[in-house]
């Protein structure tokens, strides 16, 4: 089974408007971090917002926003009043485990976002 | 703060030959580095973790003779893709974390090319 699932290969959305990023996960282990990372058309992987396992609020950077449903296993990422920079790939990661040694990163397929002026 | 880079950015080879890509954390100690690997249109794959000073530890499927990772110290690590073919053709990220965080930070990128 997929330990990541973005299901959204593509999206475009009109420039302002907010959009939401899907990314289900899959683990038995209690303890683990969710991120999301942006990577446009440079190449380079751009951090954007992290969510851990046992954090009781919605993690939230300026425009961004995890929507974190933790018996549903979905971390969807919210991006409100959306730009044209915002055209990107964007990849779900996972990271399982707790402590040193465990922070490999596992990471979705992708969703290309295309912001439409 | 929190700056990796990677050496070259691009790279353009002959079949055969081998190419040396240099990861360096600018302005941290660097503990623990990962090189990844992803093709067109594809998600990240973790090829390898490396620690400083000791082996690395390769991912299923992954050749360790073919790529030769080595992290001689807490700011660099190098991977040497051996005898290149053109099916490596890919890029190439590395990240890097500190001995004080679980966050990873990215590398910029390099784009090989075996011709």
């Known amino acids: 089974a997929q330990k990541i699932t973005q299901t959204q290969p593509g999206m475009f959305v009109q420039e302002k408007e907010a959009v939401t990023l899907d990314c289900t996960y899959d683990t038995s282990d209690p303890s683990y971090g969710l991120f999301w990372y942006k990577q446009p058309s440079s190449g380079e992987m751009i951090f954007l917002i992290y969510q851990g396992s046992y954090d009781q609020q919605n993690a939230t950077e300026g425009r961004y926003s995890l929507n974190f449903q933790k018996a549903r296993k979905s971390a969807n990422l919210v991006i409100s009043a959306s730009q044209l920079g915002d055209s990107a790939m964007y990849f779900c990661a996972m990271r399982e485990g707790r402590g040193f040694g465990n922070e490999k990163l596992t990471f979705g397929t992708g969703t290309r976002l295309t912001i439409i002026p | 703060g929190a700056v990796v880079s990677q050496h070259p950015s691009r790279v353009i080879c002959k079949s055969g030959t081998s190419v040396k890509i240099e990861c360096r954390s600018l302005?941290?100690?660097?503990?623990?580095m990962f090189w990844y690997r992803q093709f067109p249109k594809q998600s990240l794959m973790l090829m390898a973790t490396s620690n400083e000073g000791s082996k690395a530890t390769y991912e299923q499927g992954v050749e360790k003779d073919k790529f030769l990772i080595n992290h001689a110290s807490l700011t660099l690590s190098t991977l040497t893709v051996t005898s290149a073919h053109p099916e490596d053709s890919s890029f190439y990220i590395c990240s890097a974390r500190s001995a004080y965080s679980y966050e990873q930070y990215f590398g910029p990128g390099t784009r090989l090319t075996v011709t």
């Open positions: 302005d941290f100690q660097a503990t623990t």
